[in-house]
């Protein structure tokens, strides 16, 4: 901007009509520094927003507008070089008030010169932004809210997806183990190698094999009912006793190296419940204690009371869980990350729905295990007085 020649940024020298404009806006601070940096004029807008009337500022620096840190390195100073050899320095940025609040602020700073080209001084016209601003980061803190949204939900949709692929491979797997057998032993039904007298402990572990696989079916269905709140459980009255024999007669066939110990209450241990369901809990629990010990050993399915509860437990000689993962055995899908239980099939279904059904009863299932010792699941249910 070029200055009458002789004028030095004094509000008369801007003719009367045009400086009381400029002293009565309010929106924008309107005031002009000397070369140096040093406020000269102020106007009605400039005391809105910064807080010093005229007497408080003129006659002191510019930099007093600027945070400590951009005024210790001399920003103030860099701008109006940069006015100088420019003409103009524009920016948004923070600035303090007198009261030490600060706003947000757009600036324009110009450099006047009169007719010679000689600074004179120069002109800052600075808005209060803060509200707009505010709006903005707002907006910009939702938009990032949503992208981290949208990209966990993505994330967690990837970790479905690779959780399904690998629960299909481990169920295919589970399902062609007992399917083998059958299909073997079918093989020698029909070509007649099976000795009559061995015909009968063949049906029985071919009825243990289709049981192991009615199981993981089941724990399929189960899980996808549960998915869609689909699962409803119907009210029987019935003895715990007499569901854990069943069990136990069920899979004797499987022992490899084990033996069973059955070791009843005396007294009816009757429930409220879904029977089926709750076979399904024991059968799973019987399963396991079979599958993760490998090495044989004794099984012990025990029944009895406790205070208002009965409860039925199942207890192996096998690898055992280290007290690090057990909270991780009742989650869905959660398999436990060591070498020994990898090399034994199984998809990470069961307990998780073991312990969600007991729950729904009203029960709960607890573990007490050692790695190396065994393993002890015990279901508890609310008895029927
Ligand atoms: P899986 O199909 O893998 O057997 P479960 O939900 O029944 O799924 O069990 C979850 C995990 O808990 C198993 O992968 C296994 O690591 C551990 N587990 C369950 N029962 C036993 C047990 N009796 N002894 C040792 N580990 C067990």
Redesign the pocket.
Known sequence: MVLRKGSIAEPEELGDQFALLVSNVIDYAIFMLDTTGVVVTWNEGAQRIKGYRADEIIGRHFSVFYPTEEARNRKPDWELEVAIREGRYAEEGWRVRKDGTQFWASVVITALRDETGRLRGFGKVTRDLTDRHMMEEQRNAERDAEAQRLREHATSMAELEQAKTEFLNLASHELRGPLTVIRGYNSMLGDGTIPSDQVPSIARLLEAKLAQMDLLIEQMLETARMEHDRLELTRDRFDVRWVAQEQLDLFRPLAHGHHFVMDAAHEPLVVEGDRSRISTIVA?LMD??L???PAGGEICLMSGRRGTDVFVSVR?E????SPEHLPR?FTRF???PTQE?MSIS???????LCKEIAVRHGGDIKVN?RPGVG?E?TLTLPAVR
């Open positions: 799973n396991n204690a599958k993760y010990s192996d096998g690898i055992g869980i055995m959660g398999r436990l239980n199984g998809t990470g279904l069961g307990l998780f295990s393993s699941f």
